[in-house]
């Protein structure tokens, strides 16, 4: 099993920047994979940007040059950095994680709310 649990979300003017927080505990070892995912009101919740376990990473379209996604194993984290920050980023931010070994699945974290507003 892996609990995930996001920190770092808030109220943030257009163009600015947040930096979400992902802390992942239990069989972390068996984790391969790490992501962050969001979902805003009516919509499906969709692939914001993930990272594997040898640092490679991918990103939606629409954060490509303002998120970076980044992972400290030790740590068993994972982060979320966010730039120039839009309107239309405003939504629920989930972490996820892949673990391969003890319980394989997918998991997830409660969410944090990311609203960009002035």
């Known amino acids: 099993q892996v609990n995930l649990v996001e920190s770092g979300g808030g109220l943030v003017q257009p163009g600015g920047s947040l930096r979400l927080s992902c802390a992942a505990s239990?069989?972390?070892?068996?984790?391969?994979?790490m992501g962050w995912y969001r979902q805003a009101p009516g919509k499906q919740r969709e692939l914001v940007a993930n990272?594997?376990?040898?640092?490679?990473?991918n990103y939606a379209d629409s954060v490509k040059g303002r998120f970076t996604i980044s992972r400290d194993n030790a740590k068993n984290m994972v982060y979320l950095q966010m730039n120039s920050l839009k309107p239309e980023d405003t939504a629920v931010y989930y972490c996820?994680?892949?673990?391969?070994?003890?319980?394989?699945?997918?998991?997830w974290g409660q969410g944090t709310q990311v609203t960009v507003s002035s």
């Open positions: 239990g069989t972390t070892w068996g984790i391969n994979a």
């Open positions: 996820n994680a892949i673990e391969v070994v003890v319980a394989p699945g997918e998991y």
């Open positions: 990272i594997i376990s040898s640092g490679r990473t």
